[in-house]
């Protein structure tokens, strides 16, 4: 099973601030990599799929990177609606792990 | 607009049974894969099992091997996760999942609302 590794934990930022959430996999995932955001009490959104590329209506300000193990998901400037926990998920194999999650905290 | 609307959670006693159901709209449901998706109270996600759009092809967690059956009707446009002999750390959110693109199975681009299961004396 390949586990992925989110850091940091938490990570606290300001409106209009640059948030650079990372995702590092125990193998390689080639760019077989999603990003999800998840609001309390809401289910997950797909951000990002296949490592760089946004799902349908995300803005721009959210971009991905990366391939093979190390993968980041940049936020350019935040707005008062991206506080909330991202996960990455890799879909490589089954099975298709989760990060434990970047808690995205307002400052 | 993808709909997924979950039905079927509740409070079940260990070793007991319940069948979730998510029903589909918006799409057309045969040329998809769907997945179960859960997550435990304040905890993460975990998949518990996907489905190929044909229904051929079948997934689980090792968690849930040999207890948990996902299966799908395409002609109601519904999909179905059957849970037996269940037990406390089967207590969790359970999510209906559409994959993004129609042939990735391990993909999950819409999501339903959830259904609560609690597995509790």
């Known amino acids: 099973e390949i586990v992925l590794t989110q850091s940091p934990a938490t990570l606290s930022l300001s409106p209009g601030e640059r948030a650079t959430l990372s995702c590092r996999a125990s193998?390689?995932?080639?760019?077989?990599l999603a990003w999800y955001q998840q609001k309390p009490g809401q289910a997950p959104r797909l951000l990002i799929h296949d490592a760089s590329n946004r799902a349908t209506g995300i803005p721009a300000r959210f971009s991905g990177s990366g391939s093979g193990t190390d993968f980041t998901l940049t936020i350019s400037s935040l707005e008062p609606e991206d506080f909330a926990v991202y996960y990455c998920q890799h879909r490589s194999d089954w099975p298709p792990t989760f990060g434990q999650g970047t808690k995205l905290e307002s400052k | 607009e993808v709909q997924l609307v979950e039905s079927g959670g509740g409070l079940v006693q260990p070793g007991g049974s319940l069948r979730l159901s998510c029903a589909a709209s918006?799409?057309?449901?045969?040329?998809?894969?769907m997945s179960w998706v859960r997550q435990a109270p304040g905890k993460g996600l975990e998949w518990v099992a996907p489905?190929?759009?044909?229904?051929?092809?079948?997934y689980y967690a090792d968690s849930v091997k040999g207890r948990f059956t996902i299966s799908r009707d395409n002609s109601k446009n519904t999909l179905y996760l059957q849970m037996k002999s269940l037990r406390a750390e089967d207590t969790a959110v359970y999510y209906c999942?559409?994959?993004?693109?129609?042939?990735?199975?391990?993909?999950?681009?819409?999501w339903g609302q959830g259904t609560l299961v609690t597995v509790s004396p």
């Open positions: 193998q390689s995932v080639s760019s077989y």
């Open positions: 918006g799409f057309t449901f045969s040329n998809y894969a």
């Open positions: 489905i190929s759009d044909s229904g051929d092809s079948t």
């Open positions: 999942a559409k994959a993004y693109i129609s042939g990735w199975v391990f993909s999950a681009g819409d």
